[in-house]
């Protein structure tokens, strides 16, 4: 269930879906042409449990959603409850593709993805696995395509959950595993709206290369400092 996958916290679903959206739009609007109205969307739901991201926010915003989780009756409760989902939107907004393994073990296709959605599962994986996968997952994404890692954080260092054998990384931590990744943060935001005894929760969308328009914008200002010859 929700709360299930979201350790009790079942009713942090809509106030995380709501930040999730909103930063979508967004990247979205800022990093596609006409927002991507016009092209076939492709989104990786990465660790998707049951499907919950998927079916509350992914399938209104993408053609096409593929589901990876290793847990086999996460997995096959999402297929179920999205068989529904699937039937009612005439194909054009499906999941289609649901892949039982870890992130450590995965490698996408080439250039089937707009966007790739990492939330609150990389955890589980060590820091060499974490660059691993995103150096292979990079080569999944479309030109112009973008990660979103959407993540716990530690006020510094880290903090080790031995319980679920996962670990809790803080925000500079995650700035030097997407600099080893080789990855660009073009935008983060902090999630609003969550019980104050939980972690604190960021999102980070990641580009391969810098996007243009951020190349743009900053030329324009150093064309504008004083002292430059224009
Ligand atoms: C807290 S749940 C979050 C599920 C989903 N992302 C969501 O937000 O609803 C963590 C998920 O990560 C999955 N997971 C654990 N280890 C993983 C790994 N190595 N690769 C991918 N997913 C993993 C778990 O099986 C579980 O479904």
Redesign the pocket.
Known sequence: S?NG???GYGHVNDA?VKGSEGFLQTLLAELFVDGGIDRHLVAL?????????TKNLLIRYFNEVDL????LH?LDAARESLVQENHMALDEHKATNFYC????E?TPDVGRYDVIWV???IG??TDD?FVSFFNRAKIGLKPGGFFVL?ENLARSGFVLDKDDR?ITRSDSYFKGLFSRCGLHLYKSREQKGLPKELFAVKMYALTTDIPKRVIKARSKVQANRPGIIK
Do not use: A
């Open positions: 929700v996958v979201l350790g995380d739901d990465c660790g998707s449990g049951i499907g919950r991201i990876l989780e290793p847990v996460f393994v870890p992130l450590q995965f939330q609150w599962c589980h994986l696995d959407k996962s």
